[in-house]
């Protein structure tokens, strides 16, 4: 009975509580007593108070100067202030407040200058309100917008951060850089700004290093612009995008290289950008401090600082990271404002080194420190955490073998419970290799590794089931922290002499921020510092102790050299003119240039500019690239195809004669040679880059030493291998494995070739990028006249693309979608079932159709199909359906 009693004495002061806020002004007043985050909650008299309420109603406060008429808005004004002073309703609204406890009463009652304050029990009403109401008050474009993202997010709350933006940012309408913590939802922010330049017609661009990153946007935002009648297109060497899709694309989601890529060759699509949103900014900070011939183009910070260049000229700019040193650099350059909340979560964090009696683990700023009994310092970690089969944890380290080994170390000595479905739902059957098989063993303990050697659509997979908490311990390189928040309550970086990427302190920041800010805000979080072994970078704990935990933040300082993005500069100015004389397109490639962040930071670097456009003019004219005429030059016939079909200069000079003397009936393998001597098949691993001796001028550098023409001829022979294996219908298993015996009989000198083979997805990028130059190839040898040979290119582009012989190469099969039974969306058919049909008499997707077609026996042209095929009846079902559809599709365009 007593408990009875109690819940009615609950139940009476809520409903008296409810009934209070019930009443007019109610809630405006705890709105306008109410502090900003972080600020103390003021003590306001009824002149401020009542100025608040009309400033909540849309009214702005319009001060009389002495002596001087009044506005209509001031008369207005006054008006709707004498209303709401005059009245009863407003005092009679804030004695209730006072009475139930919401708000407090400063001073005797009935005196002028009483003031009154919120109470803890009247924020937490006012919390409920918000909450039920979309939490977001106001009714500006944003503050619409970010109702519209948080229904489509599920989202109970805003972030802090979140938060400011919407209270201190109107619509954006210059630069802006965001520097947020990860995970603290800037994404969110860009979002809000890409939905009102939509709104006004304007095309966006979304911006993103990694593949990942882009698979990420469209998963989480793609259906919701795509019920708000936006057209949304993925644009990665992954995605199957045409120009036409560009072109009708209302936002394009792309990686760096893809977008510039267009831009330096002026695209029709990229002429009406009105927003680009970068993300991952801190990407223009170089990694590379010594160029070398190895390792020349491939530092992308250069190649980012040609993309902003080019967009900022064009569109309004929003870049997207976490914090970076002499932001201010950043900001004069843009001509760009900043937004940057002042406070920051930070998780605790601990260094973990060995010691004469155990492993020592010790807090960051020495306040903590005990001695575990665990001498393996891993170990350590897991006895420091507690009950780690309750936490989740990140374990970072520098090599993708290193992730696999510490992945299999864990799963038999630190095993989990396995979430049920996990292993079927990230490792596909047609996706059995050694690699997938090393997965599958410690997912079954409750443990993943991911890295960039799995193949992007498995690592999507993967990622999916670590952000649902399936998957609570992963190892990892360096790549998962590329953008993606994942739940970790604690993220552990082992330095084991291999962590060559994370040498500074904003990188320690973009990996430690792994937990999410709203993870963190919740649960808490720590990091953990594993001192294995010294390095270079670190010889002592000490070194690594100062350098990522008490250092500044370092500026952001790009690589002033990437010959590749600079030949493709000066190309672009050159095909703008039917003819040009050198020092008039000298200038139009520095007055660019000088918009760049390596110009505006560094004095010199114009200079190296100008005497790099000479040489490299001097050098086209040597290589009959340009000819003269009079005064002026003018790009060869055959150079001006080669640009307008998209060839970088350099690599088209190098393919130029070994192509012109090829016929249409040459073997696999010399088609094979002219891709390998593309860069960005070179850049694949096994990397196997070999700079010409112009980007070695442009770079100013030496020839490459002997060692490293004997590693890239014994790659390129693992490289070739792949492809002809590839194209010769090998599994992905075979051909991996054949590649693993080729690369262990390679030496360099005496010594083993380490790091000649490839995994998973290594091998989807090389026979991705190959098929792209081949279709590029075969667009060039379209346009100078060689149709046949251009059409065995197209063909190889196919054979690369679908893993297939040159007859289904030729045939259209492989580009049937449709969906089976057991399936909930479309797939392609699958290269065994397109050999099927095609050693069954169904060449192309017109002889599925037509060829069972006949009046004189009984049933229909599919049943006969199903039967005569050689496929399972449902799958035959399937795939005669899609046939038909594309056949009448294409009667009726």
Request: some cysteine.
């Given at each position: ?10 139940m009476?002061?809520l ?6 806020l019930?009443?007019r ?10 502090p ?25 406060i ?16 006054e008006?709707?202030?004498?209303r ?10 804030m004695?209730?407040?006072?009475h ?14 009483r ?7 009247g924020?937490?009403a ?33 972030l ?19 520097q ?17 330049r ?38 990665d060497a992954?995605?199957?995008v ?6 009708r ?5 792309g990686?760096?290289?893809?977008v510039?890529?267009?831009?330096m ?10 927003l680009a ?34 967009l900022k ?20 350059w ?10 920051r ?15 020592v683990v010790?807090?960051?700023d ?25 936490k ?17 170390w864990?799963?038999?000595s ?28 410690t ?7 991911h ?24 190892v ?14 604690s993220?552990?970086m ?28 919740r ?9 294995l ?12 102790r ?6 500044q ?49 560094d ?33 060869t ?29 040459e ?9 390998l ?23 100013e550098?030496?020839k ?9 001829d014994?790659r ?24 693993e015996?080729?690369?262990e ?15 998973d ?8 990028w ?18 046949a ?14 893993g ?13 979608e ?9 797939r392609p ?34 049943e ?14 399937s795939?005669?359906?899609s ?11």
């Amino acid at each position: 009975m007593p408990s009875e009693k109690l819940s009615d004495t609950k139940m009476a002061d809520l409903k008296s509580r409810l009934k209070a806020l019930g009443n007019r002004y109610a809630v405006q007043i705890l709105e306008v007593l109410s502090p900003q985050t972080g600020e103390i909650i003021p003590e306001l008299g009824w002149d401020e108070i009542v100025d608040g309420i009309l400033v909540l109603e849309g009214h702005e406060i319009s001060k009389m100067r002495e002596g001087s008429e009044r506005t209509q808005e001031q008369v207005i004004y006054e008006e709707e202030r004498g209303r709401l002073a005059s009245g009863g309703t407003l005092y009679e609204s804030m004695n209730k407040l006072v009475h139930i406890g919401f708000v407090q009463g400063l001073g005797e009652k009935g005196r002028k200058n009483r003031s009154f304050k919120i109470t803890h029990d009247g924020r937490l009403a006012l919390s409920a309100i918000k909450t039920m109401q979309g939490l977001i008050g106001g009714d500006t474009e944003v503050s619409k917008m970010a109702r519209l993202l948080l229904r489509h997010k599920n989202f109970v709350s805003l972030l802090p951060g979140q938060e400011k933006f919407l209270r201190e940012i109107g619509d954006v309408e210059g630069n802006l850089v965001i520097q947020m913590p990860p995970g603290s939802g800037k994404t969110f922010l860009a979002m809000i700004i890409i939905l009102l330049r939509l709104q006004a017609g304007e095309r966006c661009v979304y911006l993103t290093p990694y593949t990942s990153l882009n698979r990420q946007i469209i998963e989480e935002y793609g259906e919701l612009f795509e019920h708000l009648g936006y057209s949304v297109v993925k644009y990665d060497a992954q995605s199957r995008v045409t120009e036409e899709d560009l072109n009708r694309a209302d936002l394009v989601v792309g990686i760096y290289e893809s977008v510039l890529f267009s831009l330096m060759h002026q695209r029709e699509w990229t002429k009406g950008i009105g927003l680009a949103v970068i993300d991952e900014l801190t990407e223009l900070d170089s990694l590379t401090k010594r160029v070398q011939p190895q390792n020349l183009g491939t530092d992308r910070s250069s190649r980012l600082d040609f993309l902003v260049t080019l967009l900022k000229e064009r569109a309004q700019t929003i870049t997207l990271s976490s914090r970076f040193g002499e932001t201010e650099e950043v900001l004069s350059w843009l001509d760009a404002e900043v937004f940057r909340p002042s406070f920051r979560l930070r998780p605790d964090e601990f260094l973990v080194t060995s010691g004469p009696d155990g492993a020592v683990v010790v807090s960051s700023d020495g306040v903590q420190r005990c001695i575990c009994r665990e001498k393996n310092l891993i170990d350590a970690v897991h006895e420091h955490i507690g009950d780690y089969k309750k936490k989740s944890m990140l374990f970072v380290v520098g090599t993708r073998l290193g992730a696999e080994e510490l992945a299999k170390w864990l799963a038999k000595s630190h095993p989990r419970e396995a979430h049920e479905g996990v292993l079927e739902r990230v490792v596909r059957p047609a996706e059995v290799t050694s690699l997938t098989r090393s997965l599958s063993e410690t997912l079954n303990c409750g443990v993943a590794f991911h890295h960039a050697g799995l193949q992007t659509s498995l690592r999507g997979r993967l990622e999916q089931e670590i952000k649902e908490g399936r998957v609570r311990c992963v190892v990892s390189t360096t790549g998962i922290t590329a953008g993606t928040s994942f739940p970790f309550d604690s993220v552990i970086m082992v330095f084991d002499g291999s962590l060559q990427f994370l040498g500074t302190r904003s990188r320690y920041l973009q990996i430690s921020g792994r937990i999410g800010e709203y993870h963190l805000h919740r649960h808490g979080g720590r990091v953990y510092l594993v001192f294995l072994q010294p390095s270079r970078r670190f010889r002592t704990v000490d070194d690594l102790r100062e350098r990522l935990l008490h250092s500044q933040l370092e500026p952001l300082t790009p690589n002033a050299v990437d010959p590749s993005s600079f030949t493709n500069l000066v190309s672009r100015e050159i095909s703008e003119a039917t003819r040009f004389k050198p020092d008039s397109l000298k200038e139009r490639v520095l007055d660019l240039l000088r918009g760049s962040f390596n110009a505006f930071i560094d004095d010199g670097y114009l200079v190296k500019a100008e005497r790099d456009v000479d040489g490299l003019i001097k050098w086209m004219k040597n290589s009959q690239l340009l000819e003269s005429t009079g005064q002026f030059l003018k790009p060869t016939q055959k150079t001006r195809a080669a640009i307008d079909a998209g060839l970088d200069i350099i690599d088209y000079e190098r393919i130029r004669d070994p192509l012109a003397s090829l016929k249409v009936i040459e073997e696999e393998d010399a088609l094979i040679d002219i891709l390998l001597e593309f860069r960005l098949v070179q850049s694949a691993r096994p990397r196997t880059v070999m700079p010409s001796d112009i980007e070695l001028y442009l770079a100013e550098l030496a020839k490459p030493e002997g060692w490293l023409v004997e590693l890239t001829d014994g790659r390129n022979m693992v490289k070739k291998q792949v492809l002809l294996d590839w194209i010769s219908e090998m599994t992905m298993a075979e051909v991996i494995d054949n590649a693993e015996r080729t690369a262990e009989g390679l030496k360099v000198g005496d010594r083993p070739a380490w790091g000649s083979g490839l995994d998973d997805g290594d091998l989807v990028s090389l026979v991705t990028w190959s098929s792209s130059i081949a279709f590029t190839i075969s667009d060039y040898l379209d346009r100078v006249g060689s149709n046949a040979l251009a059409e065995r290119f197209e063909v190889l582009g196919n054979q690369l693309k679908y893993g297939v012989k040159q007859d289904l190469g030729e045939s259209d099969l492989m580009t049937l979608e449709f969906r089976d039974s057991t399936e909930t969306s479309s797939r392609p058919i699958s290269r065994t079932e397109a050999r099927t049909l095609f050693e069954h008499g169904y060449q192309t997707i017109e002889r599925v159709v037509k060829k069972d077609i006949d009046a004189s026996k009984e049933g229909l042209a599919r049943e006969r199909f199903a039967a005569n095929c050689g496929l399972e009846e449902d799958l035959a079902l399937s795939i005669y359906k899609s046939a038909l559809n594309r056949v009448r599709e294409r009667l009726s365009g």
